[in-house]
């Protein structure tokens, strides 16, 4: 049976736009995720969105919405941007979900029975935008809260409260006899300190708004939002459920991991563990707190106009130059700083010359001396052929040590240090100079084996990082998929192949300055961002007008490689219409096809040809998928 592996992001405030930063930590879990499956794992991926508590209820009061339409909306946008950054869920959680509500309903009522929490009085500080309770002598000046700086209000309820006290002890003990329960070892020193100060007991429930899972036994109190949110770790398998069998086959199998950001430490690892020793549920939980991502003048952050989103970076630049970045760039422990400079600089030295070279010089060499086939070389010819094997063999073995400790940075750059020395290899070897001596040839076909062999176990290593890129990578080497395999990294695993006749730049080199501008333009132009729904009427709608097209003759735009010229049927003449959609399909795929046109857009010039309408297509990643119809005809209305 394969181990089994379960990793979860923090769920989410539905707070507003998604940005890289907390953006970062699915992308994280998603690559940890991928290397598990690589690695033969039996996998769970679960993330989701924390709909409760006394900010949602204000902010939606504020947008004249109901809190259920504001999450809902939120929720929607948040799994847009996941297929954007084509996260692999399995299970997305929301907290205002029955599945979930129940949980904690029951989880409340268990711990009041057994006396781990109790009824008291509340008096004390609370920040809503952290939803966390403070004592007077925790908060900063002014009263303000020493997380976020913003201003806490002081709460003085009836409430209930959870016996942390009673646990202290064996937590610290569990610390202790579990090193690795906690990484990076410094976020373990901060937690081990602030249990040592001494624990208070935990405010649990609040009166003062509704917008909760209610207490059952007492349904003026309203569980706090974070007994509620952490509980989404266990609700989501299925824990107190008519059916627990993903609870029992993930939570107690061989490996769990919470993935958090430092702000969100003590949480994870103070109240979640105490509230799991008390119901009794095995703590066999791995925690990885992460830092931030910083922008040169500090956090990032709205009214200072400099936040970074993901969307527009993917648009322009591809997925995979994001995930390489915010994966790279944010260091094991500590912050990271989001500059376009670097961005554009790690573009351009990793992906486009390090990488995107090495692997345009392996296929043309190859092409250009041996019409593109090599074989197995029965023997080393050179000193460095024993070098880069070896390289390859400990590159392998780093990356294990250091994905499985959840340190993709540090294994990227080990990766990256492979990349480079088989670059040396070229310049140790050379190859131009061997392709002169006929005698040199089989020393030469094994100079270009161990470039592929190098290139191949590279791409199987990047699987979980450049998703587009470590395809396009084993198209272009032309690698059978049983040696794309993690079981198949070994040097000499290839006995014969041939290459692509033509190799295509994986990442293309871009200017320098022209994006560094155009990113620090994006950035400062963002200042207002606030998602809000946007609805159309139905007199917005009715003004278009849809009708099926046939289309009779297609061509490839003369001034511009993205877009396609039809000539469509819509019975009442025959119209053309341009369309961005070269990367789809040619344009012999697409005659014969019955479409959906768009009639009555006003007729526009595309890079200097006519368009008078367009063609309905949906659109997933770069991918576009017109919209057939089968049985209907040219002129008929659509609506
Ligand atoms: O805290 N860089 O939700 P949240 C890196 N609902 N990570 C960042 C970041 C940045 N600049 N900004 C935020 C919550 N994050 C709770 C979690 S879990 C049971 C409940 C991270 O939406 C932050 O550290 O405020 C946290 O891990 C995550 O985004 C979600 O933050």
Known sequence: ???????????????????????????????????????GFDTRYLTGMDEHGQKIETVSKEQNKSPQDHVDFLASETKKLWDLLDIKYDDFIRTTEPRHEQVVEQIFEQLLKQDDIYLGHYEGYYCMSDEAFFTETQLDEGNLCPDCGRKTELVKEESYFLR???????????????????????????????????????????????????VKSNPKHVVYVWIDALSNYISALGYKSDNTDLYEKYWNGDEVVHVVGKDILRFHAIYWPIMLMALDIPLN???????????????????????????????????????????????????????PENFIARINYDLANDFGNLVNRTISMTNKYF????????????????????????????????????????????LWTLVSRTNKYIDETCPWILAKDDSKKEELNSVLYHLVESLRHIGILLKPILL????????????????????????????????????????????????????????????????????????????????????????????????????????????????????????????????????????VELRGVLSEGMILAGK???????????SLLPGDKVS
């Open 285 to 339: 939980f791995k925690l990885y707190a992460h830092g931030w991502y910083v922008m040169k003048d500090g956090k990032m952050s709205k009214s200072k106009g400099n936040v970074v989103y993901p969307d527009p970076l993917i648009e322009k630049y591809g997925l995979d130059p994001l995930r390489y970045y915010l994966l790279k760039e944010l260091p094991y422990s500590g912050d990271g700083v989001f500059t």
């Open 371 to 414: 019409d593109g086939e090599l074989h197995k070389p029965s023997q080393n010819y050179f000193e460095f052929d024993k070098i880069l094997q070896d390289k390859i063999k400990d590159t392998v073995s780093v990356y294990t040590t250091e994905m499985d400790n959840l340190a993709v940075s540090k294994a990227i750059q080990n």
């Open 164 to 214: 942390l006290t009673k646990y202290q002890d064996r937590l610290l003990k569990f610390i202790d006899d579990n090193p690795d329960f906690i990484r990076p070892v410094t976020r373990k020193n901060e937690v081990v300190a602030f249990i040592k100060q001494g624990l208070i007991d935990l405010s649990v429930s609040r009166t003062s708004f509704t917008w909760g899972v209610k």
């Open 468 to 603: 587009d890129a470590s395809k396009e990578l084993f198209t272009q080497l032309n690698i059978p998929t049983d040696l794309q395999t993690w079981e198949s990294l070994e040097f000499g695993s290839i006995e014969n192949l041939k290459v692509i006749d033509k190799p295509t730049p994986i990442f293309p080199r871009l200017d320098k300055e022209e994006e560094e501008e155009y990113i620090k333009n994006m950035i400062s132009g963002k200042k207002e961002e606030v998602i809000e729904e946007v609805f159309a009427s139905i007199e917005d709608f009715d003004k278009l007008e849809f009708v099926v097209g046939e289309i009779l003759e297609c061509k490839k735009h003369p001034n511009a490689d993205k877009l396609l010229v039809s000539k469509i049927n819509t019975k009442d003449k025959v119209r053309q219409v341009v369309s961005g959609i070269a990367g789809s399909y040619t344009p012999e795929e697409m005659i014969g096809k019955k479409v959906i046109v768009v009639k009555n857009l006003k007729p």
């Open 1 to 39: 049976m394969k181990p089994t592996f379960y990793i979860t992001t923090p769920i989410y405030y539905p707070s507003g736009k998604l940005h890289i930063g907390n953006s970062y930590t699915t992308v994280l879990c998603d690559t940890i995720n991928r290397y598990k499956q690589l690695r």
């Open 620 to 630: 997933r990643r770069k991918n576009y998928e017109v919209i057939e119809v089968s």
